[in-house]
Nanobody
Framework: QSQLVESGGGLVQPGGPLRLACVGA????????IGWFRQAPGKGREGVAC????????HYTDSVKGRFTVSRDFANNAVYLQMDSLKPGDTAVYHC??????????????????WGQGTQVTVST
């Protein structure tokens, strides 16, 4: 059974960094566009970032540009989301997901059919 497993969430102070990992189990993440999504309490799901199969194309939602970086680790079958300068508004459950879609609208959740269980990120003093 194909699964994605996220890790790296936790509690961090405003301005601090955190790195999330998305590892494939029974799925080679290098064959798919991988997206990161988040959902805060009482809010809808938001596409944060996505990366193409080769890693050459990356898209970010405006609120995280310049602060978040998505990257691939082919050797470890993983995709990372490096989050810097974190703000309280970044608090959410973060999920990664996989899709065969390879276009420019990869931050839209409707393209994705394999999802991880999520990891909680809390930015607070």
């Amino acid at each position: 059974q194909s699964q994605l497993v996220e890790s790296g969430g936790g509690l961090v102070q405003p301005g601090g960094p955190l790195r999330l990992a998305c590892v494939g189990a029974g799925i080679s993440v290098g064959h798919y566009t991988i997206g990161w999504f988040r959902q805060a309490p009482g809010k809808g799901r938001e596409g944060v970032a996505c990366i193409s199969t080769g890693g050459g194309l990356r898209h970010y939602t405006d609120s995280v540009k310049g602060r978040f970086t998505v990257s691939r680790d082919f050797a470890n079958n993983a995709v990372y989301l490096q989050m810097d300068s974190l703000k309280p508004g970044d608090t959410a459950v973060y999920h990664c997901a996989a899709t065969a879609y390879s276009g420019d609208f990869c931050t839209s959740a409707s393209w994705y059919d394999t999802w991880g269980q999520g990891t909680q990120v809390t930015v607070s003093t």
